[in-house]
């Protein structure tokens, strides 16, 4: 039965069996996908990665192909191609695959968040399908879950509709925007994750200068952190901003910022002034802080 309903699903090449690769092996193996092969840039990392898929789906461990990525020319025939390189390097293996000649045409589908499917145009000249796929989610793990994600989708429409079938298949939400909102869909993912874990660092920095280890600041703003997050999930922004820029205490702000300025934090003072405003302009009050940042 496994056999039968892994042949009814597309069988998979992975080019970039790196964390995000390698997760998305796993995850689309223990759904009873066949994936052909994994390609890295070494091979030693391309049989890692297959022997976390063979644990995910053990009965299917035999059928991968690890390979290094210059070996891309030795790929086996699959149907669908997902291209999980870093962005700078997906034009380079679109044009080698481009090189290939196999029975059918695949359907190609790359992980950049920031990136269209414009970047796999010559593949889309040849024939195949392409688009792309981009989970919210932040990958720091190889063997990390991806389930339950939201994805972005987009791409001609055979693409898109590859795409949708993978992210239902891993209890994920799939949305559409258009092709040439990649880049403000991304920067937008990066001020929700990325950004906030180098704000964090800034409050990291902040209590050494308290006193206090990096170590014991991570697990004494965690809490705080995620009580953010829950406020978040349930309340537009407005409703969920607490504390100093909500009341509007212009007293409380100055001495943040005589504090920040005599411990010499550049980075700290910069952030709390201009997301300060932000703050501001989130509770739509207009207060006397506002004049106060506008001074830092």
């Not at 044009?95 to 950049?112: C, G, I, Y």
């Not at 411990?263 to 004049?291: N, P």
Request: glycine letters at 6%; proline letters at 4%; hydrophobic letters at 45%.
């Amino acid at each position: 039965m496994a056999d039968r309903k892994r042949k009814e699903k597309p069988e998979i090449a992975i080019i970039g069996a790196g964390r995000l690769g390698t997760a998305l092996a796993v995850a689309l193996a223990a759904r009873n996908y066949s994936i052909r092969a994994l390609v890295a840039r070494r091979s030693a990392s391309a049989r890692k990665s297959a022997t976390l898929v063979g644990k995910a789906a053990p009965s299917s461990a035999g059928d991968v192909a690890a390979l290094a990525a210059k070996q891309l020319g030795s790929l086996p025939p699959a149907d669908l191609f997902l291209i999980s390189v870093p962005d700078d390097q997906i034009a380079n293996v679109a044009a080698k695959l481009n090189q290939l000649e196999f029975d059918r045409k695949p359907v190609a589908l790359h992980t950049s968040g920031a990136l269209s499917s414009e970047v796999l145009s010559p593949l889309r000249a040849k024939g195949w399908s392409t688009g792309s796929i981009h989970p919210l989610i932040s990958v720091s793990d190889p063997t990390a879950s991806i389930k339950g994600a939201f994805w972005s989708v987009e791409g001609d429409a055979k693409a898109v509709r590859v795409a949708k079938t993978l992210v239902r298949d891993l209890n994920g939400d799939s949305f559409s925007i258009r092709t040439a909102d990649k880049p403000l869909y991304h920067a937008a993912a990066v001020m929700t994750s990325g950004h906030v874990t180098a704000l964090f660092d800034v409050a990291l920095e902040m209590l050494v200068e308290c006193g206090l280890t990096r170590q014991t600041a991570r697990r004494i703003l965690q809490p705080l952190l995620a009580s953010t997050v829950h406020n978040l999930e349930t309340k537009d922004p407005a409703h969920a901003l607490t504390g100093t820029f909500s009341r509007g205490d212009i007293e409380t702000v100055k001495r943040h910022l005589t504090a920040i300025k005599q411990h010499k934090l550049a980075d700290a003072l910069e952030l709390y002034c201009r997301l300060g405003k932000r703050s501001l302009k989130v509770t739509k009050k207009q207060t006397g802080i506002t004049r106060i940042l506008d001074e830092c």
